[in-house]
């Protein structure tokens, strides 16, 4: 299957906490998968925002992965809103905790 972007902002969120959620969710997910593509873009190319958004380049077997990281990452965060774009739509995840990783994951496959 070929690789697809998925793109990961941070809403309800001052920009300088989004910032830093993406700094955040960025390690753990390349703790969890070294072989993941990752970009970091300002949301913004006219602010001063040094990389609220994640740009996730993923193929079908690392989305498991990156569900998990994302999981790690909530077990610090354990509320966070997320919006996840994909190819075939948006994933919102409002009030996600740890324990809908699983759901998450499910959802970014049905996206690919």
């Known amino acids: 299957m070929a690789e697809q972007a998925f793109i990961i902002e941070f809403e309800g969120v ?6 830093r959620y993406a700094n955040e ?6 703790d969890s998968v070294p072989e993941l593509r990752i970009q970091q873009r300002a949301a913004d190319p006219n602010s001063q925002d040094f990389g609220s958004t994640l740009i996730l ?7 498991v992965a990156v569900a998990k990281g994302v999981r790690a990452w909530l077990e610090r ?3 966070a809103s997320l919006t996840v774009k994909t190819p075939k739509g948006e994933i919102i995840a409002r009030g996600l905790t740890s324990k809908d990783a699983a759901l ?9």
């Open 25 to 30: 969710l960025r390690d753990e997910l390349l």
């Open 14 to 19: 001052s920009q300088a906490d989004a910032n």
């Open 104 to 112: 998450l994951a499910d959802r970014l496959r049905t996206r690919l």
């Open 77 to 79: 965060r354990n509320i």
């Open 57 to 63: 380049i993923l193929g079908a077997p690392a989305v």
